[in-house]
Each structure stands twice: as C-alpha cells, then as structure tokens.
C-alpha cells in the first residue's frame, strides 16, 4: 500500500494555465507538506497543514493555493502557471507538526510549464 | 533561519568501500532533529536515518551511520560496504519543535562504482 501519494506524476502544460496536484496519506497523520524540488535539486518548504489547517506559507506566491479537504489530502492548485514554476513537487506527511517526526514522502510531481 | 551545508556536491566510491558526506548546520536551539535522506534517481524520498540531538548516542541504520558532533554542529553520515544501489543523491535536513518543515542543504550525489 503506498503511504503517500500524488497525482499526477507527470504534468506538462503551456504557460498561463491552470492546474492541480493531489495528494493522499493513509498513514493517519495530522500534518501534511508541500515542498519544490528546483532545478539544481534544492528543496524547499511552500506550505505545511496541521490538521487541516494552514501553519506555514514560506512566501510563496498566491498564484500557488493549498487546500486541505480532511487530514488524509492536500491539494495544491497553481493559477496562470509560469516558466518559473517548472519544478517537481513533493507531497509529505509527519504525525505531527512539532518537528518530532519523521516526514514521509511521496513520490513527486516533475512539472513542466511550456 | 536554519541553514544546513552539504559541502561535497559529488562523491564516488568503489563497491564494498565506505564513504562519509560532511553535513553541518546552524542553529542556536539545543533541542533540534536531524535527518539524511536519499533520492535516487527514481527521484523518490526515502529516509535513511535520524538523529535527535538529546541523544549523543549516534543513530545506525545496518549499514549507515552518523557521526554527530553537537557542539561542532556537524552531522555525517558513513555509508559502509557502499553498494550499487547506495548510487543516490543524499540530502542532510534539520528540524525543531513547532518548526513544521525541514530545511534541506543542497544534497550530495554518491556514485557507487562497479
């Protein structure tokens, strides 16, 4: 059973479209992440939910929008996409927040903006 | 902010032999979690080991281990009997309390060599 996972795992589209990533944990942990991977493979923080609230917005864009629906999803929504954004992007989950825990990840979305 | 610095950007090793990545951080919490995580070129997150920073007990993991020096701020990891499938690239990340997120250095690539 895959613990965390993402779709789609490929997406490519052209410049000022609108697109989704979901994301799914069956692990029943309370915190869930997204992170983008650039193209020199650095990886950063964007967002971070606790229990389906929103704890961390890592001055990311609001052409960039998370939603969490219950605790076990993550989607995140990106508005009139720009080259800039062509990333992978990592969905993760932890049991909790508090830094304690082991974050677990799935298995990425490359992204491409053409 | 935490930083975390990976100084090797690559490393090769012979099959059978060990390896050690240097990862140091910055930080002014005592009370801190440190990881490494591998990617390797499936591009999937797969955590390798841990290391609470209370425990000056260094974390093992079969064939990888840290070496944790608190007060130089210093995380390695050794990976012994390296094997082909070790070819990866390997992240450093550090967590606190509350933090919510990892900060991630710039990763090192490994090559195992047959």
């Known amino acids: 059973d895959t613990a965390v996972s993402q779709t789609p795992k490929y997406l490519v589209t052209q410049m000022g479209n609108d697109k989704s990533i979901k994301c799914e944990q069956n692990?029943?942990?309370?915190?869930m992440y997204w992170y983008k991977q650039d193209s020199k493979k650095f990886l950063k923080i964007m967002f971070s939910?606790?229990?389906?609230?929103?704890?961390i917005n890592e001055t990311v864009p609001n052409r960039f929008s998370p939603k969490s629906p219950d605790k076990a999803h993550l989607n995140l929504h990106i508005n009139s996409l720009e080259l800039g954004d062509s990333a992978v992007y990592f969905c993760?989950?932890?049991?909790?927040?508090?830094?304690?825990?082991?974050?677990?990840f799935g298995p990425g979305t490359r992204l491409t903006v053409l | 902010a935490q930083t975390v610095t990976q100084s090797q950007p690559e490393m090769s090793v012979q099959e059978a032999e060990t390896v050690t990545l240097s990862c140091t951080y910055d930080?002014?919490?005592?009370?801190?979690?440190l990881f490494w995580y591998k990617q390797p070129p499936s591009r999937q997150m797969i955590l390798v080991i841990r290391?609470?920073?209370?425990?000056?007990q260094n974390a093992t993991e079969n064939r990888f281990s840290v070496n944790f020096q608190k007060a130089a701020k210093s995380f390695s990891l050794k990976i012994s009997d390296s094997q082909l499938g070790d070819t990866a690239m390997y992240f450093c990340?550090?967590?606190?309390?509350?933090?919510?997120?990892?900060?991630f250095g710039a990763g090192t690539t490994v090559t195992v060599r047959a």
């Open positions: 290391q609470e920073a209370y425990k000056q």
């Open positions: 990340a550090f967590s606190r309390r509350n933090d919510y997120k990892l900060s």
């Open positions: 939910y606790n229990n389906k609230e929103l704890i």
């Open positions: 692990l029943g942990h309370d915190t």
């Open positions: 930080t002014s919490e005592n009370n801190y979690y």
């Open positions: 993760a989950s932890s049991q909790d927040g508090a830094g304690t825990d082991t974050q677990y």
